[in-house]
């Protein structure tokens, strides 16, 4: 008598076990959710990595993404997932062109759900002109995963007038952002506290790659540091800058730019707009001399027309940031001791 295991089964709309199997239900879900959309080369060789040749330097990045809840009014962790690691290679003042992608599944996923976040990734590869050239895919029993963490992993070429890092903040500096802050934590906390607002909030999730290439094209060493302000928000990012060179800052309440309908909403919330999450917002700190040249460079820009100058690094070594209110007091912006919304990427 031949001994057989049965072929797993599911009702064909989720994710089951067997398709974490390396089987026959693992192809069929990668020829359907994967290599369908993402056509790279390198994917397509199926192996278990992808052989890359670049010149010249390169930087390299990896995170993960554990959003809740995994859609949301104005993305979903598929394109989050892209955006981020491009983001967080721009802030080295690399332009991406490699991903990876690593998918943690729970099983009961409605195979459409996963339709839609890998459908929106791969959009957001075209868009931004990045491939993706390996990966991989896992299943975690049901009540585990969330339905879908991501991993994504990437590399890109350094601009050849990048030379970005926090020990080149020097005083007179200017300190810029390139759009309004903290929409995309306000349209989670929307999603997640069933909130409607007289104006739906969306998230800010872009590639914001281009508008660094555009500043770096224009004002070069100019750029001394660049951060996103994800996690922990502006004022995370600027708190911790100034911590790290032990410089003071000061900026301005007023130059802040917050959306009308996100700054009603931190208020309803009580929530600090500077230590709101961001995904399409990053801190340029540039020569003070360069300043307006770099506004310009990144207002004709995609994801920098809502360029502004906020503040000033100052003479001073006090490795505080200043906040100037609106009526003339000041105010230290620390480091924030917890997040305000977590499990925000």
């Known amino acids: 008598m031949t001994l057989a295991c049965p072929a797993p089964t599911g009702d064909g709309g989720h994710v089951i076990m067997g398709h974490g199997s390396g089987g026959l239900l693992s192809q069929q879900l990668l020829d359907r959710a994967v290599f369908s959309r993402f056509r790279a080369p390198e994917l397509a060789q199926r192996h278990d990595g992808a052989v890359l040749a670049f010149e010249g330097p390169v930087a390299f990045s990896t995170d993960g993404y554990v959003i809740a809840p995994i859609e949301f009014p104005g993305g979903t962790i598929g394109e989050l997932a892209v955006h981020g690691t491009i983001n967080d290679l721009a802030m080295c003042g690399a332009m991406a062109e490699v991903l990876s992608l690593g998918l943690i599944l729970e099983e009961g996923l409605p195979l459409a759900t996963l339709d839609r976040v890998l459908a929106a990734a791969a959009d957001a590869c075209e868009a931004a002109g990045v491939r993706v050239v390996t990966g991989d895919t896992k299943v975690v029993e049901r009540g585990k995963g969330d339905g879908i963490y991501i991993t994504t992993a990437g590399i890109g ?20 952002l ?99 999450a961001n995904e399409g917002v990053f801190v340029a700190i540039v020569d003070g001399a360069h300043a307006d040249a770099a506004l310009a460079a990144l207002r004709a820009a995609p994801g920098g027309d809502g360029a502004v100058r906020i503040g000033t690094v100052g003479e001073d070594r006090s490795g505080q940031v200043l906040l100037e209110s609106a009526i003339g007091g000041a105010r230290i912006v620390h480091l924030p001791p917890g997040e305000q919304l977590p499990r925000i990427c």
């Open 178 to 276: 390139n759009a309004p802050i903290a929409a995309h934590g306000i349209a989670i906390m929307s999603v997640r506290e069933g909130l409607a607002f007289e104006t739906p909030t969306v998230s800010d999730t872009r590639a914001l790659h281009r508008a660094v290439a555009a500043l770096l094209d224009r004002c070069g060493e100019a750029v001394h540091c660049l951060r996103d302000a994800t996690r922990g928000g502006v004022g995370a990012v600027l708190a911790e800058l100034a911590q790290q060179g032990g410089q003071g800052m000061r900026i301005r309440q007023t130059a802040l730019p917050i959306a009308e309908a996100v700054e009603g909403a931190c208020e309803l919330l009580g929530l600090d707009p500077l230590y709101v």
């Open 157 to 176: 070429r350094v601009h050849p007038r990048a030379a970005i890092t926090a020990s080149r903040i020097a005083p007179g500096d200017a300190i810029l």
